[in-house]
């Protein structure tokens, strides 16, 4: 189910509707851009000019040109800029009270309408699909779970009996527990009190007691008691959760224990620290 839901995630990308409307509106403003910025430069050559050749241009009757620069950037022709000359200079400087040009208060409106847009797509949409932002964050945990799932695994592939860790939570001790009734009941018991094998809840162990030993055994078996392998059957994460339910059940006591086998399994720190107390 959450395999067919992620791939239903990832589809929802192949509706680029809304996608291309943000792209044919951001074209419409890069277009407004340019043609600002060509009347600027044909302004700031028609300032090269003289005047008289300016008037000349402007008064001429197929001066369609001008006519359009005129209208788009609402400026007054040079012949007429006395209506709109303020009553301050300095300097020799004049300055003239022209509108804003249609082409800039159209970029700016544009904007607006655009940035609003934006907002709607990739923050508020509230419809059948969610919002761009949502679904690129459920796709970024999609991945990341998916980049999660296979880095575990391949750490899990690198677990032998030369670092393996017991294994503390409640997920890792519960597969333990199906694993081990499911293949090692029959000869331990239900409890671990033994039958065909050994009591694995006293201290009394022929292979080891730590969970590299333990690991160690169930990795490989014990052929000539007739302990299959069981490295071939499953994986070292496996082994390593049934080998932590085994060792979470040491010293619970079950109802008819079969008589300790081996020897009594001391850890190696609590060896040395009965030794280091003989000693005093």
């Known amino acids: 189910m959450a395999a067919a839901g992620d791939e239903q995630l990832i ?3 192949d509706n680029y509707d809304v996608l291309l409307v943000l792209l044919l509106l951001t074209l419409g403003v890069l277009f407004v851009a340019i043609m600002g910025l060509a009347f600027a430069i044909y302004y700031m050559v028609k300032l090269q000019m003289p ?3 300016v008037v000349e241009a402007e008064t001429a009757e197929d001066s369609w040109w001008s006519w359009f620069y005129n209208k788009f950037n609402a400026a007054k022709p040079i012949a007429q800029e006395g209506d709109i000359l303020m009553d301050h200079e300095y300097d020799g400087i004049r300055e003239l009270d022209n509108d804003l040009p249609p082409w800039w208060k159209g970029l700016f409106y544009a904007s607006i309408a655009l940035s609003v847009v934006y907002l709607g797509v990739y923050h ?19 991945k990341a779970e998916a980049q999660k799932k296979a880095y575990l695994e ?3 592939s690198l677990i032998d009996e030369s670092n393996v860790e017991v294994a503390t939570e409640a997920a890792a001790l519960e597969e333990g527990k199906k694993i081990f009734d499911s293949n090692c009941k029959s000869c331990h018991g239900a409890e671990l009190q033994g039958g065909i094998g050994p009591n694995l809840t006293d201290e009394y162990w022929l292979h080891g007691g730590d969970v590299q030993a333990v690991f160690k055994t169930i990795k490989y078996g014990v052929p000539q008691n007739g302990m299959l392998a069981w490295e071939s059957k499953l994986t070292p994460m496996q082994i390593k959760n049934v080998s932590s339910y085994i060792l979470s059940l040491q010293g619970s006591n079950p109802p008819n224990p079969k008589a300790p086998q081996g020897e009594k399994w001391v850890a190696e720190e609590d060896a040395a620290d009965t030794e280091a107390t003989t000693q005093q």
């Open 11 to 13: 589809k929802g990308f």
């Open 51 to 53: 005047k008289a050749e």
């Open 124 to 142: 508020v949409w509230d419809g059948d699909n969610d919002a761009v932002s949502v679904r690129e964050y459920k796709m970024a945990m999609v």
């Open 154 to 156: 391949k750490m899990a």
